[in-house]
């Protein structure tokens, strides 16, 4: 797991101890993210590397347009009760729009939640790095959403691997560490809050209850 | 919601008030959610306490978590089985003994305090000799704290494994092993420092 020592996070990022403490007393940082390991001056907490510069960002992007309450909701590890129309996913640049086009009939549905279009973004990002067509990337989709949606949680590592020559994905509890043999090749590891933040962040407004 | 008051020997079960006010001896056996609790006696509660205010001039014992807007603490407040106090201020006077975390934006005390750790904004211990009596005979062991963390720390009279900041200021009668700190460090010289890392400025 790619880990941040809590003095390079305070440094990177600029914030205070008392703005990490506030956040985690206010919910928008889960207590599970910082992991405690000993270090030689006695301990020293580390963090899930991306998952928390990704959270810390939108916390400060979002932090003088709504209240902590309105925050904590949004950034709530639980998947938001907010859906998007299918007709408005066209807005998010990050979607493939072969994708979107591809979804009426691999995942046909009125409306998307956070997770669902979490996955979406995931897959159409793997599919421009390996340049898959887009059968490919739609088929990928469709195996993927029904095992991504059973942890009912954003709080989730997307692994996306390849064996056989065929994509498959992985979905765990973030954060978690998974070692494969030799014969699979990890392609990316992204870490679907992460996603989600970036997509609150950019397209609150789309989200409707 | 209503208002509680136990004034001799009471039991309660926990629930939601506007104000429940301790002034014998009560105990509660589950939740609390109130706007104010007022302790000027003796309170033992098992279950957790979600509350504006949170004044503690008596005896409490507490089991499980507290999330307080204000706690102020003249008498002594403990929490058994390491759980955490969480407040936006803490004003403490008396003593709060804590096998666990102490969260709080300012934390300005001049009692004493037993914690593993606290951690906040603005975090200021100085145990010292006190006029209150009860202070005075519990005070003769400096607050001890394993670790705090804070952007602007102020101590005296506080034995710590590690404190981390960005502007620490160690006054007379400490004892901390590790200091990392970020901004402006002084130490007394009446105090002892291990070890010092980080990028700071000294300034005596």
């Not at chain 2, 008498?75 to 936006?88: C, F, P, W």
């Not at chain 2, 200021?124 to 006190?130: N, P």
């Amino acid at each position: 797991m790619n880990l941040i020592s809590k003095k390079d996070l305070l440094a990177i990022t600029g914030i205070s101890y008392g703005q990490l403490y506030r956040w985690k007393r206010e919910r928008l940082i889960p207590e599970e993210w910082f992991i405690k390991q000993s270090a030689y001056t006695g301990q020293e907490t580390f963090f899930p590397r991306e998952q928390i510069l990704s959270r810390i960002h939108s916390i400060l992007d979002l932090k003088d347009n709504y209240s902590h309450e309105e925050l904590a909701k949004m950034l709530s590890p639980e998947a938001s009760q907010s859906k998007i129309n299918y007709e408005d996913l066209n807005q998010i640049d990050e979607i493939d729009k072969n994708l979107i086009e591809r979804l009426p009939e691999v995942y046909h549905k009125e409306q998307y939640d956070y997770l669902e279009t979490a996955l979406m973004i995931a897959i159409s990002k793997a599919a421009v790095t390996l340049r898959v067509s887009d059968d490919e990337a739609a088929e990928l989709f469709s195996r993927s959403i029904a095992p991504a949606l059973v942890h009912k949680s954003i709080n989730t590592t997307c692994t996306i691997f390849r064996m056989d020559q065929r994509l498959h994905t992985l979905f765990t509890q973030s954060p978690a560490n998974t070692e494969f043999d030799s014969g699979i090749t990890v392609i990316d590891r992204i870490p679907l809050n992460g996603i989600v933040d970036h997509v609150k962040t950019r397209y609150i407004s789309l989200f409707v209850k | 919601m209503r208002d509680f008051k136990i004034e001799g020997l009471g039991n309660i079960s926990g629930g939601e008030f506007d104000t429940l006010h301790v002034e014998g001896v009560g105990n509660c056996s589950s939740n609390i959610k109130a706007k104010e609790i007022k302790i000027q006696g003796v309170f033992n509660c098992s279950g957790e306490i979600e509350t504006d205010s949170l004044s503690c001039e008596g005896v409490a014992n507490f089991k499980a978590n507290i999330r307080a807007k204000k706690i102020y603490v003249e008498g002594v407040l403990s929490e058994r089985r390491g759980t955490k106090i969480e407040a936006e201020q803490i004003t403490c006077e008396g003593v709060i003994k804590t096998g666990g975390e102490i969260s709080a934006d300012v934390l300005n005390a001049e009692g004493c305090i037993d914690a593993d750790e606290i951690v906040g904004d603005y975090i200021k211990i100085l145990s010292h000799w006190h006029k209150n009596r009860l202070i005075m005979v519990l005070n003769k062991i400096r607050s001890k704290v394993r670790i705090i963390e804070a952007t602007t720390i102020e101590l005296s009279g506080v034995k710590a494994e590690t404190v981390n900041g960005k502007d620490i200021k160690i006054g007379a009668n400490c004892q901390i092993d590790n200091i990392d700190c970020s901004g402006i460090l002084s130490i007394d010289p009446a105090s002892f420092v291990g070890k010092i890392t980080g990028e700071y400025t000294r300034r005596d």
